[in-house]
């Protein structure tokens, strides 16, 4: 199993540990990842919010770097595999789309370079079997509220990743790690995203029912895989506490770092060190000492 | 209830709506789904469902005005649930974009100074840069202390990097930004 990884401008800062788990995660499971040379921005909602044409070169530009490795792209980011393939079928789709793309890139690029999330690569290609068989500590029944947010299911046409009303893939890994996936109505409600700087009003409100969510569904943690739902989530819930009263205090882990723990990595190599929210309970349920 | 202003030059914010977004506005039935879904809608005062009679009924530029158009999170939820399937998530797209060529004025929070202030990142070193958006970002609003209480931490952690990034493809994201505002300024 080898890919491409594309792995998005927040894994050089507000998801390191997503970044570092990734990686771990893939060595232990024998997954090879190459990084492109030279991978740029796909321009994030800041970029298809402002003009089409940057919306669409930007990820192409990543690419067709991919396409001359002869491999299928991998994303963990949530945003940017939704970026990517979007760009590929606006590009396969509208021949006059593809021809602003060729004057952008200065290249043809023909929209058909294979993007995969990484739970689709653990799914599919690796297999739960084979993941349940790599457990060394399992999850002990942690009660984990699977979290997708919108981009890795919206628009569900051209992702045509899971369900898009009620996905199970974060899901059925928990089951495969040895843990209890809740269910709960907020699986694809939106965080916010992108609004968390201009509009923390509305990221907080948004973010705090989602929380209340978790916590009457009686969650330990909430395992996301979108850098944007992890920060919000994760560094809003001061916020949220501090306008209700409340005192939510649940960590919200990205899977591979649930996975690495289940697979003997240690917390450490992990990045949970870098949790707003720290996630104790969940290290003591594998035994872990940090 | 629904009122329109500015019937004389609705039509044409229509047409340039549907001309962008290449949705068919007219095919809406009001069924109301994409605004029960909405997950600003309880925080805006107008709703998608609403944006899309206004349009289908006229209206003008007024309605580049409506809070929605820059409170809208992208979530897309709209869009994957209409049962005309109809892209609602990118008629609001294109009113931003023509909002943002016919000069509307600011709203509380100025998304476009943020997209502004992210994509000049993305421009000059090919891959975003917290601290050089959050840097323009807040000068630009003039509010320099606001929420920066998280910022030590998320600098211990090592959650916002301190340096630029570094090994994009820097002149592929520069051909690529020039090439947009050469299209643009054929267009206009």
């Not at chain 1, 919306?55 to 945003?79: E, F, G, Y």
């Not at chain 1, 709960?184 to 965080?191: A, D, F, I, N």
């Amino acid at each position: 199993m080898r890919y491409a990884y594309y792995p998005g401008c927040s894994a050089e800062s507000t998801a390191r540990d997503m970044h570092q788990s990734t990686l771990a995660v893939a060595k232990a499971l024998g997954i090879d990842l190459v990084e492109p040379k030279g991978w740029t921005c796909c321009g994030a909602t800041a970029g298809h919010q402002t003009d089409r044409l940057l919306a669409v070169s930007l990820p192409a530009a990543n690419l067709t770097k991919v396409q001359d490795m002869k491999l299928d792209m991998m994303v963990n980011c949530a945003a940017c595999y939704n970026r990517m393939k979007v760009a590929n079928h606006e590009i396969a789709a509208h021949p006059a789309v593809r021809q602003g793309v060729r004057e952008a890139l200065d290249r043809d690029y023909d929209g058909s370079v294979k993007v995969r999330h990484l739970l689709e690569v653990l799914l599919e290609d690796v297999g739960l079997p084979a993941i349940t068989k790599a457990v060394k500590r399992p999850l002990n029944g942690l009660k984990v509220a699977c979290y997708y947010g919108c981009l890795l299911v919206r628009p569900p046409k051209i992702l045509k990743f899971d369900d898009p009303e009620n996905p199970t893939s974060l899901d059925r890994l928990v089951t495969a790690m040895g843990g209890t996936s809740l269910e709960w109505p907020s699986k694809v409600e939106c965080c916010g995203g992108g609004l968390s700087l201009p509009r923390t009003d509305v990221v907080v409100e948004l973010t705090g029912s989602i929380i209340d969510m978790a916590a009457s569904a009686g969650a330990d943690c909430i395992a996301v895989s979108c850098p944007m739902c992890q920060v919000n989530l994760d560094l809003r819930q001061q916020d949220i506490n501090k306008q209700t009263g409340k005192n939510y205090q649940i960590p919200i882990v990205y899977i591979t770092q649930l996975l690495g723990l289940c697979l003997g990595i240690g917390s450490g190599d992990l990045g949970f060190d870098k949790l707003m929210v720290p996630a104790s309970n969940v290290l003591e349920k594998v035994h872990e000492r940090a | 209830m629904i009122t329109i202003k500015n019937k004389k030059n609705g039509q044409g914010l229509k047409r340039a709506v549907e001309e962008i977004s290449g949705v068919d506005i007219s095919v809406c039935f009001q069924c109301k789904k994409c605004s029960s879904g909405c997950p600003v809608a309880k925080l805006t005062r107008s709703r998608p469902s609403e944006i899309m009679r206004q349009l289908h009924l006229g209206a003008g530029n007024e309605l580049l005005e409506s809070d929605l158009v820059w409170m809208c999170a992208s979530c897309e939820t709209c869009s994957a649930r209409c049962p005309m399937g109809i892209d609602v998530a990118a008629v609001i797209d294109a009113l931003r974009k023509l909002a943002l060529a016919r000069g509307s004025s600011k709203q509380k929070g100025n998304v476009p100074l943020f997209n502004r202030a992210f994509l000049k990142t993305v421009e000059t070193f090919g891959r975003s840069y917290e601290i050089g958006m959050i840097t323009a970002y807040k000068i630009g609003t003039g509010k320099l202390m606001n929420d920066t209480e998280k910022f030590p931490a998320m600098l211990k952690k090592g959650k916002i990097a301190l340096l630029p990034p570094r090994g994009g493809d820097r002149k592929t994201v520069r051909r690529i930004f020039k090439t947009v505002k050469q299209n643009k300024g054929a267009k206009a």
